[in-house]
């Protein structure tokens, strides 16, 4: 097997196992709300990508600024919808973000194709069929939703924020994604601080405390960033984000084992049903993105 399609599966069983672990991890640290475990992700993975970058930012773009607008909304959304109806029913619902994409290509004038369709059709019956007969929880739901949209709109700035060249050397292109993890997470600390105003931060003067929270906010965030720079920069970018779509079960297996959190035969078909349609709608917003940047003859 080739060296870089190992280091991308590497890279694939990072976002897997950080995801799996981390997100649940939401209902682990119930003392904190989930503003306060926006600040400690934040603000410790921004330093840690500063420490990358050896203190050195310099100058970025428009959309890497809405970046850090947006990225703390999709945590806000994905954290509060954790923390009101359990990590298995959000990232059921979050697994849904590429549908996002597809209604915002259909609004720029992007064309949409059978398969679009296709994917559209198994992500909402997917979904559907992994949350019948499941406890439903309308501000859990609101929160996911919430967290879903600004996940696609997400995508959408990262797509073009500091856009990499041809000729950009490994080096350039680590550097500009670790500008954007800089930018993002130092906007998820912020707002998660301002959000946190009267909360009480007494429960981090206790070590075990210490080491739970700096785990959490080292796995979630800067592990599982690396782990998807090392998927996508060695496996062509659909295989790598069909692959990515397994931490959705790696989530809800973390759950699990951590909260609980159970599933129905029935549930577990839908779920892959919707992951199936995930991979039918990222294959054909790949093709487009790959069209949309090639120069007109």
């Given at each position: 097997?080739?060296?870089?399609?190992?280091?991308?599966?590497?890279g694939?069983?990072?976002?897997?196992?950080?995801?799996?672990?981390a997100l649940?991890?939401?209902?682990?640290?119930?003392?904190?709300?989930?503003?306060q475990?926006?600040?400690?992700r934040?603000?410790?993975?921004?330093?840690?990508a500063?420490?990358?970058?050896?203190?050195?930012i310099?100058?970025v773009?428009t959309?890497?600024?809405?970046?850090?607008?947006?990225?703390?909304?999709?945590t806000?959304?994905?954290?509060?919808?954790?923390r009101?109806?359990?990590?298995?029913?959000t990232?059921?619902i979050?697994?849904?973000?590429p549908l996002?994409?597809?209604?915002?290509?259909?609004?720029?004038?992007?064309?949409?194709?059978?398969?679009?369709?296709?994917?559209?059709a198994?992500i909402?019956?997917?979904v559907?069929?992994?949350?019948?007969g499941?406890?439903?929880?309308?501000?859990?739901?609101a929160?996911?939703?919430?967290?879903?949209?600004?996940?696609?709109i997400?995508?959408?700035?990262?797509a073009?924020?500091?856009?990499?060249?041809?000729?950009?050397?490994?080096r350039?292109?680590?550097?500009?994604?670790l500008?954007?993890?800089?930018y993002?997470?130092?906007?998820?600390?912020?707002?998660?601080?301002?959000?946190?105003?009267g909360?009480?931060w007494?429960?981090?003067?206790?070590p075990k405390?210490?080491?739970?929270?700096v785990?959490?906010?080292?796995?979630?965030?800067?592990?599982y960033?690396?782990a998807?720079?090392?998927?996508?920069?060695n496996l062509?970018?659909t295989?790598?984000?069909v692959l990515?779509?397994?931490?959705?079960?790696?989530?809800?297996?973390?759950?699990?084992?951590?909260?609980?959190?159970?599933l129905t035969?029935?549930q577990?078909?839908g779920?892959?049903?919707s992951?199936c349609g995930?991979w039918?709608l990222?294959?054909?917003?790949?093709?487009?993105?790959?069209?949309?940047?090639q120069?007109a003859?």
């Amino acid at each position: 097997m080739h060296r870089k399609t190992v280091l991308g599966l590497f890279g694939v069983l990072g976002i897997w196992l950080t995801a799996g672990f981390a997100l649940p991890f939401v209902n682990v640290l119930t003392m904190f709300t989930p503003t306060q475990l926006m600040v400690f992700r934040g603000f410790l993975t921004a330093g840690m990508a500063l420490i990358g970058l050896r203190g050195v930012i310099g100058r970025v773009d428009t959309y890497t600024y809405l970046i850090a607008l947006t990225l703390p909304f999709a945590t806000l959304g994905l954290f509060e919808g954790i923390r009101h109806w359990g990590a298995g029913p959000t990232i059921i619902i979050i697994t849904a973000t590429p549908l996002v994409n597809l209604i915002i290509g259909a609004f720029l004038g992007r064309r949409i194709s059978p398969t679009s369709i296709v994917g559209l059709a198994l992500i909402l019956g997917g979904v559907v069929m992994a949350r019948w007969g499941g406890h439903f929880q309308w501000a859990g739901f609101a929160w996911t939703v919430f967290g879903t949209i600004m996940n696609g709109i997400l995508y959408e700035f990262f797509a073009r924020a500091l856009p990499e060249k041809t000729n950009d050397s490994l080096r350039e292109r680590w550097r500009k994604k670790l500008v954007k993890l800089f930018y993002a997470c130092m906007g998820m600390g912020t707002l998660g601080l301002i959000m946190s105003a009267g909360a009480s931060w007494s429960a981090i003067a206790e070590p075990k405390l210490i080491l739970f929270v700096v785990g959490f906010a080292i796995v979630g965030g800067f592990l599982y960033w690396i782990a998807n720079l090392i998927a996508f920069e060695n496996l062509p970018p659909t295989e790598a984000s069909v692959l990515a779509q397994g931490e959705t079960p790696a989530v809800m297996l973390g759950a699990s084992v951590m909260l609980g959190e159970h599933l129905t035969f029935v549930q577990w078909i839908g779920v892959g049903i919707s992951l199936c349609g995930a991979w039918y709608l990222s294959r054909w917003l790949a093709k487009e993105s790959t069209q949309e940047r090639q120069p007109a003859a």
